[in-house]
Antibody, heavy 116, light 106 residues
Framework: QVQLQESGPGLVKPSETLSLTCTVS????????WSWIRQPPGKGLEWIGY???????SYNPSLKSRVTISVDTSKNQFSLKLSSVTAADTAVYYC??????????WGQGTLVTVSS | DIQMTQSPSTLSASVGDRVTMTCRAS??????LAWYQQKPGKGPKLLIY???SLESGVPSRFSGSGSGTEFTLTISSLQPDDFATYYC????????FGQGTKVEIK
């Protein structure tokens, strides 16, 4: 059974860079696409971007200028960096596996608060 | 951007009820639609993909239908474990989600 676990700081200061890592267990990161999705408190879900295990990426146009997603196949991990954060970036951040363009496995999520 | 609109936002029902919720896309997405169930503090769980295909391990009381711009998720007989929030998501062009339908106890 594939499992995903997000990790990273729960508090980030405004204007700084949010950094999260997703560790995949129970299966290989190879041959799949992997995504980051976020959910502001009390709101709906927003797709941030994806990375293929080979390193190719696609980002949400609304966030593209601030997002970088990378992969480390040797560690079975992929990562998210979101720069110049504001309070509007406060959210639960999920990592998920993409299969045939839908999301079949999700992490449990990690809350990131942007505050000074 | 393709916008997804779910209705109702909240649905009150009892165990054993047949429950139906709707998802509308701002433009045609063919059958590129998935449904997810989310419980508090957990990541979403895939229920339905390609509008009507049941994900492995998901109870058969869940079913999806529709194509183009209008879709429905039906729970044939609501069980205690089904009280949750349900999201639709299109994957025709990028990926966007509806705002959710919360199924609560009547």
């Amino acid at each position: 059974q594939v499992q995903l676990q997000e990790s990273g700081p729960g508090l980030v200061k405004p204007s700084e860079t949010l950094s999260l890592t997703c560790t995949v267990s129970g299966g290989s990161i190879s041959s799949y696409y992997w995504s980051w999705i976020r959910q502001p408190p009390g709101k709906g879900l927003e797709w941030i971007g994806y990375i293929f295990y080979s390193g190719s990426t696609s980002y949400n146009p609304s966030l593209k200028s601030r997002v970088t997603i990378s992969v480390d196949t040797s560690k079975n991990q992929f990562s998210l960096k979101l720069s110049s954060v504001t309070a509007a970036d406060t959210a639960v951040y999920y990592c998920a596996r993409m299969y045939n363009n839908y999301f079949d496995y999700w992490g449990q999520g990690t809350l990131v608060t942007v505050s000074s | 951007d393709i916008q997804m609109t779910q209705s109702p936002s909240t649905l009150s029902a009892s165990v054993g009820d047949r429950v139906t919720m709707t998802c509308r896309a701002s433009q045609s997405i063919s059958s590129w639609l998935a449904w997810y169930q989310q419980k508090p503090g957990k990541g979403p769980k895939l229920l339905i993909y390609k509008a009507s295909s049941l994900e492995s391990g998901v109870p058969s009381r869940f079913s999806g239908s529709g194509s183009g711009t209008e879709f429905t998720l039906t729970i044939s007989s609501l069980q205690p474990d089904d009280f949750a929030t349900y999201y639709c998501q299109q994957y025709n062009s990028y990926w966007t989600f509806g705002q959710g339908t919360k199924v609560e106890i009547k």
